[in-house]
């Protein structure tokens, strides 16, 4: 089975700062790599598909790129309301796997 | 809108089964796959398996293959999850999932949009 990385699993930032996010394919997914937010309590979002396609309604303060085995969530200008945990998932094929998480926090 | 409404939390001893509901409105039922999804507390999210909501047809991943059945009821717009064998590890959090459909670059999409609202299992002696 492919498995998914994520890089880092948390991080701590001020508002306005950019933060990547980093999910790594243990084998080639082309660009079939989604991104969620989950806030705390909550139930994952749809953020990204296709690696970069913003889902509708999405701030485009969010931004994915990547391709093949290596993808990266962006956030420019974090807001206070972007502290959440983030996941990426591979939907290739199955299993429909998920990264373990990287959990957000604003400074 | 596309709604996907999950039964109420459970409490079940270990070794017993569990049987959760995914009740969808808004779209023709049969029309796209459902997805189950579990969260241990603190732990990643974990696909369990998938349906064919047209014919019935199933997928389950290795970790769960031999303890977990999906079912549907069409009449009924209405998935299920059943796991048996229940451990104290299997507590969590149960999320069914719909796909949605999107056109990339030369291919199609389908990705997890539609969530339930999750349904709380709690293992325990």
């Known amino acids: 089975d492919i498995q998914m990385t994520q890089s880092p699993s948390s991080l701590s930032a001020f508002v306005g700062d950019r933060v990547t996010i980093s999910c790594r394919a243990s084998?080639?997914?082309?660009?079939?790599l989604a991104w969620f937010q989950q806030k705390p309590g909550k139930t994952p979002e749809l953020l990204i598909h296709?690696?970069?396609a913003l889902h509708s309604g999405v701030p485009s303060r969010f931004s994915g790129s990547g391709s093949g085995t290596d993808f990266t969530l962006t956030i420019n200008s974090l807001q206070p309301e972007d502290a959440a945990t983030y996941y990426c998932?591979?939907?290739?094929?199955?299993?429909?796997?998920f990264g373990q998480g990287t959990k957000v926090e604003i400074k | 809108q596309v709604q996907l409404v999950q039964s109420g939390a459970e409490v079940k001893k270990p070794g017993a089964s569990v049987k959760v509901s995914c009740k969808t409105s808004?779209?023709?039922?049969?029309?796209?796959?459902m997805h189950w999804v579990r969260q241990a507390p603190g732990q990643r999210l974990e696909w369990m398996g998938w349906?064919?909501?047209?014919?019935?047809?199933?997928q389950y991943s290795q970790r769960f293959q031999d303890r977990v059945t999906i079912t549907r009821d069409k009449s009924a717009s209405t998935a299920y999850l059943e796991l048996r064998s229940l451990r104290p590890e299997d507590t969590g959090l149960y999320y069914c999932?719909?796909?949605?459909?999107?056109?990339?670059?030369?291919?199609?999409?389908?990705?997890?949009?539609?969530w339930g609202q999750g349904t709380p299992v709690t293992v325990s002696s």
């Open positions: 999932v719909r796909e949605a459909q999107y056109a990339g670059a030369g291919s199609q999409h389908w990705v997890f949009e539609f």
């Open positions: 808004g779209y023709t039922f049969n029309t796209f796959a």
């Open positions: 349906l064919n909501s047209d014919n019935g047809n199933t």
């Open positions: 084998q080639d997914i082309s660009n079939f």
């Open positions: 296709g690696a970069s």
């Open positions: 998932q591979k939907y290739n094929s199955a299993p429909w796997t």
